[in-house]
Structure formats: structure tokens, C-alpha cells
């Protein structure tokens, strides 16, 4: 068995440090690192080094024009490779900027590799502006493919929010509020300084394993994490507010009146550094919508449909964490359907985003007309939702 462990995240300092601190922790462990800053000659370099220095290197070509499809191609076979040989205790995968560690994961566990540990590496101080950047990675020489449309924000937030372990560097320029920001933005992962091992003496027996080393080593539940990105059983922030920062957790069981919302995504989408979350337009009632928002920008996009919708029969076909989920939330008249929004950040006008959302749910009136006469409101969001 070879224990693999992925670093990840855009803060390139903060990331190579970690996996410095692991090569060094872990004598004999080797990290791998393709870099796709080449991609546009056609190539991308692998990388293969200790805590000594570079043990091996190599190029492989572009697979569909994809760099990211030319690391996937090449990193199993590079792991087995490791694997096969025997004496490596632990398998550093450092991936390129803004590759995504979900994707990586899920190439590793079908790869048959034994991954023990998804880590993302953040500088506190950098959160904020990585989360208000809505350039193009390709603006910034940051894209993994031609056809790469992601932006520095959504890829910092999806990168932070998948790993269960943050690597959280020791950054002078950090201040309270941008910890705090860290925090709430992921309070269910383990949050481990990048620091110093403590001294060991020339017995190496005598050695204690440093928190990162565990968390490396402590194992990954790949459906697990997928169910906790899922936009109808994410585990979203709590309600908070300290040091300056606030996340609002916005519940509410009516449906939104599609014209009204979609006249007010500009200002949802602004009012926070960070919103996430789930919601339902009474024009669509049975469309589970997923809200996602960093950068001034606003992905929304169907997500399936909401269990209420479904047949009986079709319940078995659900995965077990959708079924709980669903239960939890479970009305007597609408079923699983909801507003769930959770939004971020620094300065946050609460009072003001509730009663923004408010304004945008059915009248009383409106909501008493019933569900035939929902459907027939303005479809708003059909463009948006290329409907």
C-alpha cells in the first residue's frame, strides 16, 4: 500500500510549503508535481523530488488539448509506478494551481490508489482577495484547458470547501478578521498551521508525527466529501458574526417569484464575498436550483430534481445522505423543497439582505393562488438556466 495525500489550492507559497513540511516530516516520502504553465507548447512536466532535491523529471504530452486530462492520464501510472517499487511511506501529490482537488481525488480512488488525505493549502490573508477576483484564469495564465471558463474566485472556493483539512500558513499579514473569514467560510474543516516540525533527536524512533503528517495520513472518505459539496445535502455554514464577519444562514419553506429574484440577483450577488446554497422558483417547483456566488459572479443551475417530485419507486435510486438530508427538512406540504442561502463576509448587512430576499418570495396573495397559477408566472430565469 502507498499512502497518497493531495495539496492543493491557488496560494502557491502556502501550498509548496506544506508539502515541504511533509517531505521533510516523512523520510523517504516523494512528492509529485506536473506543471501545466508549459501547456501552451504542447507539453506538461512532471516532477517527481524528496526532501533532498529532484529525483526525477519528464515531460508528457497534452491529451484533447486538456492539460488537466494530461495529468490524469499521467499521475496514476506514475503513482503505481512508486507503489510497485515499495519503500515510499507516503505519495505527495501537489497539484497546479487551479487544478481542483475534487477531480484529482476522485481520479486517484478510481485509479485504485489508497488516498489517505485531501489538503488545501490557504494563506489567511489572501482569502478575501482571492474570493473578490473575478477575472478568468486565463487572464491570469491560470487555465487548464482552452475552453477553461472558471474564474480565480469560483476555483479558490471550490478548492477550499472540498478538502476536510486546510494548511493554513503562518502569514504576518493576516489579521483577525481575515482568520475569522477562514473560519466561517469552512468551519467543518480541520484548520493546521505550517509550521516548524518540532526538534528530533539523531534516533529517528524518537520522532512524534506533526499534525499535518497525521491529517495526511488519517484517511478520506471520497462519497463523503462529494455528499458535502452536493447542492441538496451541502453542509453549509452556520450562523456567525465575529471580528467583523457575519454569515447569514437565510431559510425560508415559499417559493421565490421568478421575476422579482431575478431582478435582484445583482445585488444578492454583491452583497457577499461568498453565498452558496439551495433554492426553489415557484414556476418551477419541482427543479432543485443551486446558487453559487464569489467574485460578483452568480453560477445558478439545475441540480435534479427535489425529491418530493419523485415517484415512490424512484426513492430507492436515491443515495442514503439525499434521503436524510431530505428528511431533515421534510414539510408537510412541500416535501424537501426549501430556501437554503448561506452568504459570507466581511461588513455584512444582514438586516438588508433579509429583506431583500423577502421581497423576492410570492405575495400572500400570490401564494395562495396555487401551484397552476405559479407556473404561469414571467419564466425569468429560462435564459439564465438555458431552458
Known amino acids: 500500500m502507498l499512502p497518497v495525500v493531495i495539496i492543493g ?5 502556502a501550498r509548496k510549503a506544506a508539502v515541504e513540511r511533509l517531505l521533510t516530516d516523512v523520510p523517504g516520502s516523494v512528492a509529485l508535481h506536473h506543471d501545466l504553465a508549459t501547456a501552451a507548447a504542447g507539453t506538461v512536466v512532471r516532477t517527481v523530488r524528496d526532501a533532498t532535491g529532484v ?16 495529468l490524469r492520464e499521467d499521475l496514476v501510472p506514475e503513482l503505481e509506478r512508486l507503489r510497485d517499487a515499495g519503500g515510499t511511506p507516503l505519495a505527495v501529490v501537489e497539484l497546479w494551481d487551479s ?4 477531480a484529482m481525488a476522485e481520479v486517484a480512488v478510481a485509479g485504485g490508489l489508497t488516498l489517505t488525505g485531501v489538503i488545501t493549502a490557504v494563506d489567511p490573508a489572501l482569502v478575501l ?19 477553461d471558463q472558471r474564474t480565480v474566485a469560483d476555483t479558490f472556493a471550490r478548492q477550499l470547501e472540498y478538502a476536510p483539512v486546510l ?14 473569514l477562514l473560519a466561517q467560510l469552512h468551519p467543518t474543516a480541520r484548520r493546521i498551521p505550517i509550521a516548524p516540525s518540532a526538534p528530533r533527536d539523531a534516533n529517528p524512533r524518537d520522532a512524534h508525527p506533526t499534525p499535518l503528517t497525521n491529517a495526511a495520513l488519517a484517511g478520506f472518505d471520497i462519497e463523503a466529501a462529494a455528499a458535502a459539496q452536493h447542492p441538496a445535502c451541502a453542509l453549509l455554514p452556520a450562523e456567525a458574526d465575529a471580528h467583523g464577519v457575519a454569515t447569514l444562514v437565510w431559510r425560508h419553506r415559499r417559493p421565490f417569484h ?7 440577483l445583482e445585488d444578492l450577488t454583491c452583497a457577499a464575498a461568498r453565498s452558496r446554497g439551495r433554492f426553489w422558483l415557484a414556476d418551477k417547483p419541482d427543479t432543485l436550483l443551486h446558487w453559487d456566488a464569489a467574485g460578483g459572479a452568480l453560477c445558478v443551475e439545475p441540480a435534479g430534481p427535489w425529491l418530493a417530485s419523485l415517484p415512490d419507486a424512484a426513492w430507492d435510486l436515491v443515495p442514503p445522505v439525499r434521503r436524510a438530508a431530505a428528511a431533515l427538512e421534510w414539510h408537510p406540504e412541500h416535501g424537501d423543497r426549501c430556501q437554503h442561502l ?8 444582514r438586516d438588508g439582505l433579509t429583506r431583500l430576499l423577502e421581497s423576492c418570495l410570492l405575495t400572500d396573495a400570490e401564494y ?7 407556473k404561469r408566472l414571467p419564466p425569468a430565469f429560462d435564459t439564465l438556466l438555458e431552458v
Do not use: I, M
Open 342 to 349: 448561506v452568504f459570507t463576509s466581511p461588513g455584512l448587512d
Open 167 to 180: 494548511a493554513v500558513a503562518d502569514s504576518p499579514e493576516a489579521d483577525d478578521e481575515d482568520r475569522e
Open 99 to 102: 487544478v481542483e482537488p475534487k
Open 9 to 13: 489550492g491557488l496560494h502557491a507559497d
Open 258 to 264: 421568478p421575476e422579482r429574484l431575478y431582478q435582484a
Open 55 to 70: 529525483l526525477s523529471a519528464g515531460e508528457t504530452p497534452l491529451v484533447n488539448d486538456c492539460a488537466c486530462c494530461a
Open 129 to 147: 482577495p482571492y474570493l473578490g477576483n473575478g477575472d478568468d484564469l486565463a487572464e491570469r495564465g491560470l487555465a487548464a484547458a482552452a475552453t
Open 368 to 374: 395562495a393562488a396555487g401551484r397552476d397559477a405559479w
